[in-house]
């Protein structure tokens, strides 16, 4: 087999493109931990909001075509959200016996 110019450049550019989608790949695997590692426990919260945000599109979008699918579901999204940030209001004003301090009570029977 011969050498020629062609064939090396070839394989020089397969070579390079390959590596070059390696390192993007890396550099993007890279980014997403940055930006996890940033948000820390902030990005299921994230993620919920733009799922309520897709949720009301559709929500608005069914009410507007007169879908009872969209509608229902809407419906169902909603008491589910607003359930969850009363109780998200009740356990930060420590509403009950919601609390964040955990109180451990010892009996000792002698």
Not at 5 to 28: D, F, G, P
Not at 44 to 58: E, R, T
């Amino acid at each position: 087999m011969t050498w020629s110019c062609s064939t090396c450049l070839k394989m020089l550019v397969k070579s390079n493109i390959s590596e070059l989608r390696s390192q993007t790949q890396n550099q993007a695997c890279i980014l997403e931990r940055q930006i996890f590692d940033f948000l820390g426990y902030q990005w299921a919260p994230i993620l919920a909001n733009f799922f309520h945000i897709i949720i009301v599109i559709l929500g608005l979008f069914g009410t507007i075509q007169c879908r009872t699918r969209y509608i229902t579901g809407y419906a169902t999204w909603l008491v589910l959200w607003v359930s969850w940030n009363v109780f998200i209001i009740c356990f930060y004003l420590e509403a009950g016996d919601l609390s964040k301090v955990r109180h451990d009570v010892i009996i000792v029977i002698c």
